[in-house]
């Protein structure tokens, strides 16, 4: 079920591991251990003790507790926190540490307490692969997600002329390839009272692996964003299918072989650089695709309309608004050229 910020759905632990495996877009996998009314803090109190920690968490792993209040009885977050710390340590005798890595969460919200375990750890859009940053990078998960708004299933070339890390690139090299994108990292679940290392690692091998059929192509008129791109790609297993070159987009051909998908993020102004000169660029793009990529299609993730628009590109209405660093982006498609 869709839910404000998130998505329902019910399932137990393997299927906890799994979507922490295989979901491209999502931020994190919170559990939910316990939903109940709480008028007050003895209740909370008493409802936080009847919670059976010692099936979810280990006493030897450090744990942190988060709270928030909205709208309810029970107001002060820190005296909520402290409640579900007394019941943790009561319990399961964990310790507690401000810097611990298993993260417990507690939501109360109109008097009803809702209380969570964050599967995840580090956000997921930390695939485990990237060490080397460009400039302004678009998170895994986003970038995964304005690909699959674009229509794109694996099954087509993807170039980026402005690939900064190679995000889009890695992304869509590795959906082409069936590779999970939670395969090479670590996760807070691995540390829980609940997981079976062997079932783990049979879930992780039966990942459905196989040579794209199509090739990825990512250029940048800096050449730290070309070695970075081709580092990273090295580092996620998909080098041998992506091909990254140096280059100014005003010189821009399209890859040998059939038409598929042209993904950018150019650079918004806001956040680098200023963006009087910026229409001209986006100008010159809309001028090179246009004339140069027929039958590609195209996506366009800026935090302007305006920028969107120098390209004089034939773009649909535009997608729902995203949060990315500070600012609002949105993805410009166009059907085939
Ligand atoms: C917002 S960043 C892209 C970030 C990328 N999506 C990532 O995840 O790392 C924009 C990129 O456009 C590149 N760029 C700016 N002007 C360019 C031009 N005229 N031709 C090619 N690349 C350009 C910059 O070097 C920068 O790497």
């Known amino acids: 079920m869709i839910v404000p910020g998130g998505v329902e759905t019910r399932g137990d632990w393997t299927e906890v591991w799994r979507a922490n495996l295989v979901l491209r877009c999502a931020t994190r996998i919170l559990v939910r251990v316990a939903e109940f009314r709480a008028m007050h803090l003895a209740q909370l109190d008493k409802r936080a003790h009847k919670v059976e920690w010692n099936q979810i968490l280990k006493p030897d792993q450090p744990v942190r507790v988060e709270a928030s209040c909205r709208k309810s009885r029970i107001y002060h977050a820190g005296a909520a926190a402290q409640r579900i710390e007394r019941a943790i340590t009561d319990v399961l005798g964990a310790p507690l540490a401000d810097d611990a890595a298993i993260v417990v969460k507690l939501r109360i919200e109109d008097d009803l307490a809702v209380i969570s375990i964050d599967s995840s750890g580090e956000s997921l859009h930390k695939r485990g692969h990237k060490e080397a940053v460009a400039k302004a990078p678009m998170r895994e998960t986003m970038a995964a997600g304005f690909l699959q708004e674009c229509g794109y299933r694996g099954a087509e ?36 009272a609940s997981f079976k290392p062997d079932i783990w690692a049979r879930m992780k091998a039966d990942m ?13 008129r800096d050449s730290g ?113």
């Open 157 to 192: 070339p993807v170039f980026d002329p402005m690939c900064g890390s190679g995000t889009f690139v890695i992304e869509a090299a590795e959906i082409a390839a069936g590779l999970y994108p939670g395969r090479s990292r670590h996760f807070a679940f691995e540390d829980f």
């Open 225 to 337: 964003a070309v070695r970075m791109s081709s580092a990273n790609a090295l580092r996620a297993g998909v080098a041998d299918w992506c091909e990254f070159a140096q280059g100014a987009i005003a010189d821009a051909v399209p890859p040998d072989g059939p038409p598929g998908l042209v993904m950018i993020n150019p650079p918004y102004g806001a956040r680098i650089g200023n963006k009087g000169p910026l229409y001209g660029l986006h100008a010159n793009m809309g001028e090179v695709l246009r004339s140069r990529f027929k039958g590609w299609r195209v996506g366009i993730v800026t935090s302007e309309p305006s920028l969107a628009r120098a390209t004089g590109l034939p773009f649909r209405e535009p997608g729902p608004i995203v949060a990315h660093g500070g600012l609002k982006v949105r993805l410009y498609q166009t059907g085939p050229l």
């Open 208 to 220: 459905p692996v196989h040579v794209p059929r199509f090739r990825f192509f990512g250029a940048d």
